[in-house]
């Protein structure tokens, strides 16, 4: 039997083609066969699975279910998950056992979706190629000598390799986005404040937004509707109503008015060029005009960026002190030893320059300088994006400079964050954005990310779900993948 | 350079974390790189630039004083590395 998306697979268990346990048998044995191999996953969670399993059978046998019933995915590992295993890719939360669920695991589990597992990541989500995961990095379905991206590298190669047919991912500066467009699939960020962070580890308050991955944007649509809404336990959650993300899918995208950043377009490489452009005719092709937009302050994202989301991380981590959950050092010979050590031995390489970077940036005499000032850049940058807005319906731009790269081709931290210079500027202003497969080059995947205005989440699928219509790219899978 | 050893020693103290004398020079020259990329936001002008906190320019949202949560202590102690009775162990901190 062969599979195309959610709601194919629906139909198939709700007119008793399939059952929910054979559905989910066919993706264990996938993972079994290569979740090894890609180092995608962290922990597999067979006892929450067969719990699932029967309620969402019996919801399915009760005529209860919806769409989304018995459809398996897995979590990115930094999803609280109820008494399993939560570690954010971390030796600090090795052993760390989640005593709740986190809101959009609730939301999930509440229609009868079924947890396969939880995903590989880069540490506390820090990270663009997976290589920060104190669980070693996660190896590209299309190359295995590549990295599949970060952070949520994990949850992108789990969907390309087919091992599921959707993950979760969150995304701070890009952790949803690069990584589908690095392994050839679909991934959504919701606007600020859509997607609770609830039970999400975190890591910068004010970027990190919960969101999707799959093969098409159908399918993210589906899950994402389910995924969002308000939640009185997140005090940054937006007091907005539930939506239907799918309801417009099917609308037709003539004169819907599509900006382009000459700029971004003018610094891509050549072969990466030419299929953004390739796949920008063919938006225009489906009826979209085309308008040339500026953000004259986007430039600077990368370094705001980098001085926000550090500074962030380096209040939120503080938290880890090895005493009430996480690592704690062997005999402590007092209490700032134990401090010091847990952290120390705790954290990573990236992490602990984060923390660093953030605590330099709050400390006396610098918070004027460095935060301040950032923060006054990012409402520059959320400005030239109304600007822009007030032009066009959504923006199309490159996701990532370039393609999949090879294992340890980016030692120093600085031009592993300029991979975030196309993803950033949306994230700084709270923009819901998405990467859809759009070609190849090199014989790897190319990205192209859609931001939408504040809210906008089902423009954006609307307009990727017809581009999917008319192109194959979503449905293209790498070597030894075909399911 | 904009990061020195003695500022990655001072820096290291406030986040709780030790740098040891192989490593410093070396986290000294990464966190400079960093500091120096940051730096470009110095390139334009911010004044009367309201800071953005929150993408939505959000507020604290205040709720009522109710309780809604029951106490989930016996679990939350599990978790401590080292607990007893109500109370987290930690090394004496007063003799």
Known sequence: MKFKGIKQISQALHSKDISV?????????????????????????????????????????SHQGSILTGIPLVHKDLFCTKDINTTCGSRMLENFVAPYDATIVDNLNAVGMVTLAKANMDEFAMGSSNENSYFGAVKNPWDLSRVSGGSSG?????????????????????????????????????????????????????????????????DCAYVLSQMCGYDAKDSTSAQVDKEDFSQNLQQSIKRMKVGIIREWMD???????????????????????LVEVELPTAHLAVSAYYVIAPAECSSNLSRFDGIRYGHQCQNPKDLNDLYVRSRTEGFGEEVKRRIMVGTWALSTGFYDAYYLKAQKIRRLIAEDFNQAFAQVDIIAAPVSPEVAFKFNAKKDPVSMYQEDIYTVPSSLAG????????????????????????????????????????????????????? | MLINRKEVEQIAVLANLSVSEADI???????????????????????????????????????????????????????????????????????
């Open chain 1, 21 to 61: 346990q054979e559905l989910h048998d066919i993706y264990a044995n996938r993972q079994k066969q290569s979740a090894k191999q890609l180092n995608c996953l962290i922990n597999r969670t067979p006892q929450l699975a067969q719990q699932q399993i029967v309620a969402a059978q019996a919801l399915i046998d």
């Open chain 1, 154 to 218: 994990g949850s992108a190669a789990v969907v390309a390799a087919g091992l599921a047919p959707i993950a979760t991912g969150s995304d701070t500066g890009g952790s949803i986005r690069q990584p589908a467009a690095l392994c050839g699939i679909t991934g959504i960020k919701p606007s600020y404040g859509r997607a609770s962070r609830y039970g999400m580890v975190a890591f910068a308050s004010s970027l990190d937004q919960a969101g999707v991955l799959a093969r098409s944007a159908e």
């Open chain 1, 267 to 289: 610094g891509l490489s050549a072969g990466i060029k030419a299929v953004t452009e390739q796949a920008i005719q063919k938006l225009q092709d489906l009826g979209a005009e």
């Open chain 1, 431 to 483: 923009l819901p954005c998405m990467s859809i497969p759009i070609g190849m080059v090199d014989n790897l995947p190319v990205g192209l990310q859609l931001i939408g205005h504040n809210l906008q989440e089902s423009v954006l699928l609307n307009i990727a779900h017809q581009y999917q219509q008319d192109t194959n790219w979503h449905s293209q899978v790498a070597e030894g993948y075909h399911e």
């Open chain 2, 25 to 95: 020079d070396a986290i000294a020259n990464s966190l400079d790189s960093v500091v120096e990329m940051i730096n470009h936001i110095n390139e334009v002008n911010t004044d009367n630039i309201k800071p953005m906190a929150n993408p939505m320019d959000a507020v604290q949202r205040l709720r009522a004083d109710v309780v809604t949560e029951t106490s989930n202590k016996d679990k939350l102690l599990s978790m401590a590395n080292h607990a007893d009775e109500d109370y987290y162990l930690v090394p004496t901190v007063v003799e």
